[in-house]
């Protein structure tokens, strides 16, 4: 079955820009999502991609898909305290239900 | 407005009693799921439904027993419990499962501590 591994912790500076890397190992996955979680909150859909784009952007969010290499990553551009969580890669190919990763806490610090 | 809500928030219980935790969704959407975090994060699907209808079950003792009476209800009864299934158990919903209904809405979930 599908895989997918993320680092578990990133800490970087507000201001700075976050760069948060996935690799997953089923090449039919047809749709990768980076999902964030909040402490004591559910998951919530940030942005997702279809495999056959290569660069998504939405407004400080950057997602870069390298197909041949099976890697995902998000870029936080001017990473705020409030994008302190936990990022969850997830890759999703025939049956549709995604498999996420072990999520990436983020920790933005003055 | 809530989209996916489940009921309680917290639920501390006793080992080998049976509990239930209860989902709703609003959102107008066919398929819902249940998945377990653990206290490393790790999140794992158990059940999904769609239509009411069971198509994925995950390997999942028997003693969880998903319920859908309706496609905006999913409950989830777990027997016997025991001291690992303590974790945290989300309930999410989709519109589908194809395309962008694969976009999943998750609840706030539900902090299981057996004792």
């Known amino acids: 079955g599908e895989d997918v591994e993320q680092s578990l912790f990133l800490s970087v500076r507000e201001g700075d820009s976050s760069v948060i890397n996935c690799t997953y190992t089923d090449s039919s996955s047809t749709y990768l999502y980076w999902y964030k979680q909040e402490p004591g909150a559910g998951l919530q859909l940030l942005t997702y991609?279809?495999?056959?784009?290569d660069m998504k952007q939405d407004q400080r969010l950057t997602v870069l898909l390298n197909k041949k290499d099976k890697h995902l990553s998000l870029r936080i551009a001017d990473t705020q305290t409030g994008d302190s969580a936990i990022y969850f890669c997830?890759?999703?190919?025939?049956?549709?239900?995604?498999?996420f990763g072990r999520g990436t806490s983020l920790i933005v610090h003055p | 407005d809530t989209a996916v809500s489940q009921t309680p928030k917290y639920l501390v219980t006793q080992m080998g009693n049976d509990k239930s935790i209860k989902c709703e969704q609003n959102?107008?959407?066919?398929?819902m799921y249940w998945y377990k975090q653990d206290s490393k994060k790790f999140l794992k699907i158990m059940f999904s439904?769609?239509?009411?209808?069971?198509?994925i079950n995950e390997t999942v003792p028997n003693r969880f027993s998903p319920k859908s009476p309706d496609k905006a209800h999913l409950n989830l009864h777990i027997n016997s419990l025991e001291l690992g299934d303590s974790a945290v158990y989300f309930c999410?919903?989709?519109?589908?499962?194809?395309?962008?209904?694969?976009?999943?809405?998750f609840g706030p979930g539900t902090r299981l501590t057996v004792l």
């Open positions: 999410a919903s989709s519109q589908g499962l194809t395309g962008k209904g694969n976009e999943q809405f």
């Open positions: 439904y769609n239509n009411k209808e069971l198509i």
């Open positions: 991609i279809f495999s056959n784009m």
């Open positions: 959102l107008g959407h066919d398929t």
């Open positions: 997830a890759a999703a190919g025939g049956s549709y239900i995604p498999t």
